[in-house]
Nanobody, 121 residues
Framework: QVQLAESGGGLVQPGGSLILSCATSRSIFITYAMAWYRQAPGKQRELVAAITAGNKMIYADSAKGRFTISRDNAKNTVYLRMNSLKPEDTAVYYC???????????????WGQGAQVTVSS
């Protein structure tokens, strides 16, 4: 059973910052690409950012310039640093482990439990 343990959600004012964390096992961390998705109420889940084991990164247009995905090899953890947050970033954010194929992230079967991010004044 693949475990993806998320943390770091919360309430933040517009323009603020948050960091999400997703920890997993060593074998998963060094083998697979990992990604962050989000799902807002009434909307489909969408890819926010992905990173491969070799540190190739993919960003959704909505995340470029504001969000940064990174990996900590010592902690088997992937982070999503979100700056300049907007109300439209409000969503449940999910960690996913998958694959990188021909420049695109391929969604895997395993998901974290979700972290609520609310951007509101």
């Amino acid at each position: 059973q693949v475990q993806l343990a998320e943390s770091g959600g919360g309430l933040v004012q517009p323009g603020g910052s948050l960091i999400l964390s997703c920890a997993t096992s060593r074998s998963i961390f060094i083998t697979y690409a990992m990604a962050w998705y989000r799902q807002a109420p009434g909307k489909q889940r969408e890819l926010v950012a992905a990173i491969t084991a070799g540190n190739k990164m993919i960003y959704a247009d909505s995340a470029k310039g504001r969000f940064t995905i990174s990996r900590d090899n010592a902690k088997n953890t992937v982070y999503l640093r979100m700056n300049s947050l907007k109300p439209e970033d409000t969503a449940v954010y999910y960690c996913n482990t998958g694959a990188y194929h021909e420049g695109s992230y391929v969604t895997g079967a395993y998901w974290g439990q979700g972290a609520q991010v609310t951007v509101s004044s």
